[in-house]
Each structure stands twice: as C-alpha cells, then as structure tokens.
C-alpha cells in the first residue's frame, strides 16, 4: 500500500506564489500527479511527472506551475506562481507504480485558496 501525504496548500492574493508537497512511502513510482477539485467542478489534472523524467502540464497553468521530483522519485512538488482565483481548488496528490490515466493511490488533498 502507497501512502501519499500532502502538505503546503493554504490562502494567497491573487498574484502570489504557494509551493505544494507529497510525500510518498515508497520510491520510484512510474507516475506521480497533481489533480485538483473545485467546489461544483470536475476534479482535473494539474501536472504530472511521469517515467524518467517526461513532464504534462494542463494548459491552464503552463508557464505558472513547475512541478518536481526528487531523485528516488519519493517527494513531488508543485511550485505555483502567479496564482489566480480560478486556480483555488482541494489539490489531491496521486501516483501510481505502472501508469497515470487511473492512478490507484491518492494522497488526502491539501486546499489551495487564491482571492482577488
């Protein structure tokens, strides 16, 4: 069983900057995401980082958002910039050890809140 623990979410002014982390319980997971769920919406992909070293970004936030991973592929992060009200969701860490399109293990989310 993979644990995933999120950490770093909070509240900022549009324009601000928060940095999220997730930590897994074990290493080298083939796939590593960040989704987000707004109140009324559709949960969707943010970022993900996945095989060796391939990268995706939703075309809401290129150019914004950086995510990373540390070597033994245990720590995600999602670096967030320029953050606008429209980026405030319930941001869930997932991964899974095989593929990204259903990732089986999901982290307890971490709120992300961007006011104008």
């Known amino acids: 069983q993979v644990q995933l623990v999120e950490s770093g979410g909070g509240s900022v002014q549009a324009g601000g900057s928060l940095r999220l982390s997730c930590a897994a319980s074990?290493?080298?997971?083939?796939?590593m995401s960040w989704f987000r769920q707004a109140p009324g919406k559709e949960r969707e992909g943010v970022a993900t980082?996945?095989?060796?070293?391939?990268?995706w970004y939703n075309d809401s936030v290129k150019g914004r958002f950086t995510i990373s991973q540390d070597n033994a592929k245990t720590t995600l992060s999602l670096q967030m910039n320029n953050l606008k009200p429209e980026d405030s969701a319930m941001y869930y860490c997932?991964?899974?050890?095989?593929?990204?399109?259903?990732?089986?293990?999901w982290g307890q989310g971490t709120q992300v809140t961007v006011s104008s």
């Open positions: 074990i290493r080298g997971l083939y796939c």
């Open positions: 980082a996945y095989g060796r070293r391939s990268i």
């Open positions: 997932a991964a899974d050890p095989q593929q990204c399109r259903t990732p089986n293990y």
